[in-house]
């Protein structure tokens, strides 16, 4: 077997959640979106904010977060997402077996496990170093404000944070979720392995 086949079947999982990402890429933008709107109006980039309209808006940008991560763990249903979780705390036979399958897993494959944290850390750090570089290294941030189009109130944190929500943030959600199938094999071969 070469090298760069062993490589890919050692990134299952960040794999899956490239390929995830790229076909419903609308869904988890949308919800995306919402986090990064509700986050950005929290930062008083369109004015002052009320403490209960702050609140408010961090039920949804969590809500939105949320339906992500359940999303992605019930492969596009985000019913069977709930499901999934309610049955690890609630049913203690699947559970223990879970358990079972999760402790083998990561006896057997913690080369894989380790690639495919430093491929999501590589990964992460330059959706964050992208990120910083709008923020702080373009001109985004003084046009947005000389355009009237965020507050003068607003720091550039609305701007890294819309960023972060609709990129990094959805990106580790599905990474984490993905993460769990994987540990219990219930992950799906990306359709370049089947």
């Known amino acids: 077997m070469t090298t760069s086949i062993k490589l890919t079947k050692s990134l299952d999982w960040t794999l899956y959640t490239v390929q995830f990402i790229k076909n419903h890429f609308l869904m988890i933008f949308g919800l995306g979106l919402v986090a990064a709107i509700g986050r950005a109006i929290q930062l008083k980039a369109f004015g002052p904010v009320s403490p209960s309209a702050h609140v ?57 496990l380790l690639i495919n944290l430093l491929a999501f850390s590589m990964i992460a750090l330059l959706f964050n170093k992208l990120i910083d570089h709008i923020a702080y290294e373009t001109c985004l941030y003084m046009t947005l404000q000389a355009r009237q189009l965020i507050s003068s109130q607003a720091s550039e944190w609305a701007i890294i944070l819309f960023f972060k929500n609709i990129s990094v943030i959805p990106f580790t959600l599905i990474f984490n979720a993905v993460f769990c199938l994987w540990l219990v094999n219930r992950l799906p071969k990306p359709v370049a392995f089947q």
């Open 56 to 112: 408010l808006l961090e039920v949804v940008v969590e809500s939105a977060r949320i339906l992500i991560f359940f999303y992605a763990l019930g492969l596009t249903n985000v019913k069977t997402g709930v499901i999934r979780l309610v049955q690890l705390v609630t049913n203690k036979q699947g559970r223990k077996q879970n358990w079972r399958l999760a402790i083998r897993k990561l006896r057997d494959k913690w080369p894989s």
